[in-house]
């Protein structure tokens, strides 16, 4: 872990629930350290006005010694803050209050990973891509930190408004970047767009079939304004 990693406090009752919070934090390449999890939030006010450092909170509402809200409120700090429940009824109160985002459980890892993307770019404005360290990787920025990505292992790039996400082995790294920047420092020819969305890496190609692009254990779905060129593409490649 990084010394310059954001550090986050968990405020969850459902320790399962706090644990996949963290495992889905560590996919942002080291650009996050959780300093405290905590199940009441006595205890995370203790922490909080006692000196914690934390440029991230999770909320949970539901708790059993306080209404999340109410500590929410008592805060004399707040940092970036992202509240989770299963209603919808504090999201008025969290708003007036100044949280970041709102989250209704369940909810899935792509939302919890929007909210993460607003706050990287709430926190570190997008940078230029530095220039690779050789030709045969790319360096892409996720937070704070740098991330060396081998061009022979990305399978696939999909873009998501101004985020790429890299799919790489069997890792995904995010980035805050646009697609044709991303391109610029790629091997021409071996990039190829099949759907509005995703670029994938030629190489990785194992088979087209009903649509769906095959690479390797990953699938891609073939845009249909793409259909033709891709197709004509495999066509040139075929013996």
């Known amino acids: 872990m990084t010394k310059t990693a954001y550090h986050v406090v ?6 399962i629930h706090a644990q996949l919070l963290e495992g889905w934090l560590s996919q942002f390449g080291g650009s996050f350290r959780v ?5 009441t939030c006595s205890e995370a006010y203790v922490a909080l006005t006692g000196g914690l450092a934390c440029d991230l909170l999770l909320l949970d509402m539901e708790l059993q010694d306080m209404n999340g809200m109410k500590f929410f409120e008592a ?8 509240i989770q429940t ?3 009824k504090f999201a008025v109160d969290a708003f007036r209050l100044m949280a970041n985002d709102y989250l209704v459980k369940p909810f899935e890892k792509e939302r919890f990973n929007q909210s993460i993307l607003r706050f990287l ?4 404005p997008a940078t230029p891509l530095p220039p690779p360290a050789a030709s045969d990787a790319v360096l892409v920025k996720v937070g704070r930190g740098t991330v060396r990505i081998p061009v022979s292992e990305i399978v696939y790039v999909r873009s998501d408004q101004h985020y790429l996400h890299i799919v790489h082995g069997d890792s995904q790294t995010i980035t805050l970047m646009g697609m044709p920047q991303l391109l610029a420092s790629l091997p021409g020819g071996q990039f190829i ?3 509005r969305s995703h670029h994938i890496h030629f190489p990785h190609f194992t088979r087209l079939a009903n649509g769906i692009i095959y690479l390797g254990a990953h699938t891609v779905p073939l845009g249909a304004s793409h259909r033709k060129s891709f ?9």
């Open 75 to 82: 805060l004399p700090v707040r940092p970036f803050t992202i």
């Open 193 to 195: 767009q099949v759907h």
């Open 231 to 239: 197709e004509e593409f495999l066509a040139a490649q075929t013996l």
């Open 86 to 88: 299963s209603h919808t």
């Open 35 to 39: 300093v405290g999890k905590y199940g």
């Open 10 to 15: 968990i405020v969850e009752d459902d320790w």
């Open 121 to 124: 770019a709430h926190k570190a």
